[in-house]
Nanobody
Framework: VQLQASGGGLVQAGDSLRLSCAAS????????MAWFRQDPGKDRDFVAN????????YYANSVRGRFTISRDNARNTVFLQMNSLKPEDTAVYYC?????????????????WGQGTLVTVSS
């Protein structure tokens, strides 16, 4: 499975962005999906995950209430709606697909990664 993340950009604090992660070469329907983010020189941090059918989601404390993860299995795509963006949300955002159906906050549980999309939030 190849993942292609898109939708990043430069926005101001308080603005919104919607990231997309499109899959090719396989189906996402049975896989849990997640978004992680990484600042240069830092570890990759968990942002949100969603189970295979979209019923269960989980968020990092830093984004809970502002970000929403969703999926459209018919379109083989996962989304991250980001509202009320803050400068500390600035990072490269990566989507990831797991081999299991239920999500994890551990990056090691995900075996397919997109190339990343840069989100920059100015104050």
């Amino acid at each position: 499975v190849q993942l292609q993340a898109s939708g990043g950009g430069l926005v101001q604090a308080g603005d919104s962005l919607r990231l997309s992660c499109a899959a090719s070469g396989g189906t996402l329907g049975s896989r849990a999906m997640a978004w992680f983010r990484q600042d240069p020189g830092k570890d990759r941090d968990f942002v949100a995950n969603i189970n295979w059918n979209g019923v269960n989601t989980y968020y990092a404390n830093s984004v809970r209430g502002r970000f929403t993860i969703s999926r459209d299995n018919a379109r083989n795509t996962v989304f991250l709606q980001m509202n009320s963006l803050k400068p500390e949300d600035t990072a490269v955002y990566y989507c990831a697909a797991a081999s299991q159906s239920f999500g994890s906050t551990w990056s090691s549980r995900y075996d397919h990664w997109g190339q990343g999309t840069l989100v920059t939030v100015s104050s």
